[in-house]
């Protein structure tokens, strides 16, 4: 069974507020895990990866994102009893209590591009552990408090996988109206086991995105919200829209929180350099401002009942 006994949590715990971490799906091939574990991965004599991590082509790169990683042995990894990810995943509860599992996508099946490759357009997609894993890891661990992260080419088999397990998956509000523009990501189709974000650490800020914006993609969003929307109101719009909906919960970037600009993106994929520069300064959060997130906080429910801590997602088993 998992426990918990960081001090660090605990004070969080005690003014309402619940940790959520993440963990990505694939590793540096620097890494100390892959030099522990070699046998894991798949390398060739030298140590070299044969294959390597990435994806298609998609809204976010026409030549798809090269991530390099080197890719698990997924045979290997089962004749373990995928021992490594279970006590990967034990390990990061210790520390929050939720984990946003990265490219949940590949564990139902995996973009393989040969080691070498300028871009990943030439890859292939591979099988991957599917329920084997997520059985294995619940049987160990008590449960699954596991939000997916179901962005990309999301598939009946994929989202047959999540449902399965009760894992709740993401939407990205940005999504609905620019970019994938795909029905699942507007606030209407949601439900309760659902997290919401206006955008991500791979996104512009909000304010940043409309800025940039076609006119048809802030006509999109201008009819769904039923009004006119000012490139200085826009952050806080999606975020209305995002505490307003079924989710159960509703995130925002601190970027959205400030209204700040393109100028404050943490991240762009598919470039190795010049991210996660962007840091919140002392002063940055007054009084005013968190108070109107208190007020929008209070106006949709989302507030923790009796100050306690906010109600948790179902996460596919019984409690670690």
Do not use: K
Not at 153 to 161: F, G, I, K, M, Y
Not at 215 to 243: K, Q
């Amino acid at each position: 069974m998992i426990r918990r006994d960081h001090a660090a949590e605990a004070h969080a715990h005690a003014a309402g507020v619940g940790l959520i971490g993440d963990a990505p799906i694939f590793l540096a091939h620097d890494s100390a895990d892959l030099w522990a574990h070699r046998e894991l991965f798949r390398l060739d004599a030298q140590g070299l990866p044969e294959v390597v991590a990435g994806v298609p082509p998609d809204y976010f790169s026409a030549t798809g994102q090269l991530w390099g990683n080197p890719l698990y042995d997924w045979e290997a990894l089962s004749r373990t009893g995928y021992r490594w990810w279970i006590d990967r995943l034990r390990m990061a509860h210790r520390l929050v209590d939720l984990v946003r599992l990265d490219h949940f996508i590949g564990f139902e099946r995996y973009w393989e591009v040969p080691a070498g490759s300028a871009t990943a357009e030439g890859g292939r997609w591979m099988p991957g552990p599917g329920a084997a894993l997520f059985d294995a890891v619940r049987a160990a661990l008590g449960g699954l408090p596991v939000i997916a992260e179901d962005l990309g080419l999301v598939t009946p088999e994929v989202e047959a996988l999540r449902l399965r397990y009760g894992l709740p998956g993401m939407r990205v509000l940005q999504f609905a109206f620019a970019g994938a523009v795909e029905a699942r990501f507007l606030p209407h189709r949601y439900d309760r086991d659902t997290v919401v974000y206006t955008g991500t650490h791979d996104n512009d800020t909000t304010r940043g995105w409309f800025a940039s914006a076609t006119p048809r993609e802030r006509r999109l969003l201008e009819r769904y919200l039923g009004r006119e929307v000012r490139e200085e109101e826009a952050s806080w719009a999606l975020m209305r829209l995002a505490w307003a909906s079924v989710a159960g919960l509703a995130v925002a970037p601190l970027q959205d929180l400030l209204s700040l600009g393109g100028e404050a993106r943490m991240n762009v994929p598919g470039t190795a350099t010049g991210n996660w520069r962007w840091r919140l300064l002392p002063d940055q959060l007054p009084d005013a401002l968190l108070d109107r997130l208190a007020e929008l906080t209070a106006t949709y429910g989302r507030e923790p009942p009796g100050g306690g801590r906010a109600p948790a997602l179902r996460h596919g088993g019984a409690d670690p």
